[in-house]
């Protein structure tokens, strides 16, 4: 999304100038790669620093700075967190990084001044808004080609993907207008006449509104996307320049550039609840996937604002490169978990004493390893095992083991015995659960097996 000015009009001469003095170039030193992918990572675009800054936000650090390509604009991140992309608007390019080296992995050139951008839900295609050509070109995420030039309205700058994958929105900022595409077609299906120069957009999780961010008459446009028609506007801060949306669908932020401000709307009533200053020319908007952060870049300080979304306060400003505009968070970090089945076996042995040896098995269905594990079985009232594996205790009728690392796929078995003299004729009943396990195990009904044998003599038994 190219630079404007805190009052711009709308005149495509104001964009292509704007875009075409923002050819800074600066040499910067990469720091070291974030490992873990784009989970708790929020990127920003610096437009004159042809840069990626890279922030860890649980500790609102930049760790990383990418080079890209020629005055970065836009920044969207995939749904599974494996890729960013930036939109160069003064190189007609965009720039594929992987976010598990954080280096940029491929550059595919694309229409004249690409500005907003947007990943669909499955990670196939990448969307982008080039202003100069009234035109969304379309990327192949796995082959990083463009394989559509699809025609929309007067100079698009900002794109988004309903949560279906279905439809393509597009700001089209000189004809007041957004454009609907068909993903499957590859067409405009509708035009929808909005504000005054639209230029951020975005839609709800629920797929069923649409909010844009027109910046000539400070206002935000609700657009019904079963009807494709605009039920509400609402006057927000001065200059929104973009606008994000909670995952609960519940808020709405805009980046008020010529406010200084983020508007906070209440998308049920669709008014205003809180303006929060920020600071100097916000320009991108990102919500963080837990909802708890809101991140603003501030163009003319250099910077992104930190916002508490509970409070409604500034908690930080993290200084980035120069002139930063889009700003996009990584997936939310998944917790990691291991599902452990438990097994248990019963084999009679009719020696003098005749016994009963049982084993109890932890098998780590992944996807973690697993740490410390406790399965514990459960014996008929009044029998005491003995002749236990190591990790393992008796105490009364119950008997605990410990295991060691389990490996994704791997498993591990502990041993006791029963006296077959000290069990009750007929049928008896042991049971095996996993009573404590690390990380956590997020499927119950795999968490206890049942072993029955038939006590025919005191020498005698079948399981």
């Known amino acids: 999304m190219p630079y404007l000015p805190a009052r711009t009009r709308r005149r495509r001469a104001t964009l292509t100038s704007i875009a ?6 600066a040499t910067l030193t990469p720091l070291p790669a974030h490992a873990a992918g784009a989970d708790g990572l929020a990127y920003v675009a610096n437009n004159t620093d042809d840069s990626v800054s890279v922030i860890d936000t649980a500790t609102g650090t930049v760790t990383t700075t990418i080079p890209v390509g ?14 960013a992309y930036t939109a160069n608007t003064n190189d007609a390019s965009v720039s594929v990084i992987d976010t598990s080296t954080h280096t940029v992995a491929a550059t595919v050139a694309v229409g004249h001044a690409p500005a907003g951008i947007a990943v669909d839900p499955a990670g196939t295609r990448v969307y982008v808004a080039t202003f100069n050509d009234d035109a969304v070109s379309v990327i192949d995420a796995t082959t990083n080609t463009v394989t559509a030039t699809v025609p929309v309205g007067d100079t698009p700058v900002s794109v988004a993907v309903d949560p279906a994958g279905t439809r393509v929105y597009v700001a089209t900022f000189n004809d007041d207008a957004v454009s609907v595409i068909d993903t499957t077609t590859n067409t405009v299906t ?20 649409v909010y844009t961010a027109n910046v000539g008459d400070d206002s935000v446009s609700v657009i019904d996307t079963t009807t494709n028609t ?51 020319a916000p320009y991108g908007i990102a919500v963080s996937p837990d909802a708890t952060q809101v991140y603003t870049t501030t163009t003319n300080d250099g910077g992104t604002t930190v916002i508490d979304t509970a409070t409604g306060a500034v908690t930080a400003t993290v200084t980035v490169g120069t002139a930063p505009q889009g700003v996009a968070f990584g997936p939310a970090a998944v917790a990691a978990s291991a ?28 996807p973690a390893t697993a740490g410390a594990t406790t399965l514990t079985a459960t014996l008929p009232p009044g029998v005491v095992a003995h002749s236990l594996s190591s990790g393992c205790t008796a105490a009364g009728a119950k008997v605990t083991c410990t295991y060691g690392s389990i490996n994704s796929g791997a498993g591990a078995a502990k041993t006791f015995r029963v006296w077959v003299s000290l069990l009750s004729l007929g049928t008896v009943t042991t049971t095996a659960t996993r009573t404590t396990s690390t990380p956590a195990d997020p499927n119950a009904a795999n968490d206890d097996a049942v072993k029955r044998c038939l006590v025919i003599t005191a020498l005698l038994a079948t399981c």
Do not use: C, E, H, K
């Open 190 to 209: 509708a035009t929808i006449p909005v504000g005054d120069a639209p230029f951020g957009l975005a839609v709800n999780p629920a797929g069923s509104r």
């Open 20 to 25: 075409g003095s923002l050819l800074i170039v």
């Open 70 to 83: 020629n005055a970065p604009s836009g920044i969207a991140v995939d749904q599974a967190g494996t890729r």
């Open 339 to 366: 599902d452990i089945a438990v097994g248990l076996t019963a084999s009679p042995f009719l020696s003098i004493p005749a016994y009963i040896r049982y084993t109890m098995t932890a098998t780590n269905n992944g």
């Open 230 to 280: 605009v039920t509400a506007t609402i006057a927000v801060g001065d200059a929104p320049r973009d606008i994000a949306i909670d995952p609960a669908g519940s808020r709405a932020y805009t980046a008020d550039f010529g406010g200084d401000s983020v508007s906070v709307i209440d998308t049920a009533t669709g008014t205003v609840t809180a303006t929060i200053a920020v600071g100097d």
